[in-house]
């Protein structure tokens, strides 16, 4: 699944079980220990469906 750390502006990530797109218009830039998505703490991850989120 990727995290909002892998995520880079203008890809398209699918869900291949119902085909939601969703297009990153804005990447994730908040790099502090305090943020959720920081490596070293657990990562956002995108999920649909129960299943991660492909780049198309």
């Not at 995520?7 to 959720?36: A, Q």
Request: aromatic content about 4%; overall charge negative.
């Amino acid at each position: 699944m990727p995290t909002c750390h892998d995520m880079k502006k203008d890809e398209i990530y699918v869900c291949n079980k119902c085909g939601l797109e969703l297009k990153v218009v804005h990447e994730c830039e908040d790099t502090s220990e305090d943020c959720g998505c920081h490596p070293s703490a657990d990562p956002c991850t995108f999920s649909c469906c129960g299943e991660g989120l492909q780049r198309k």
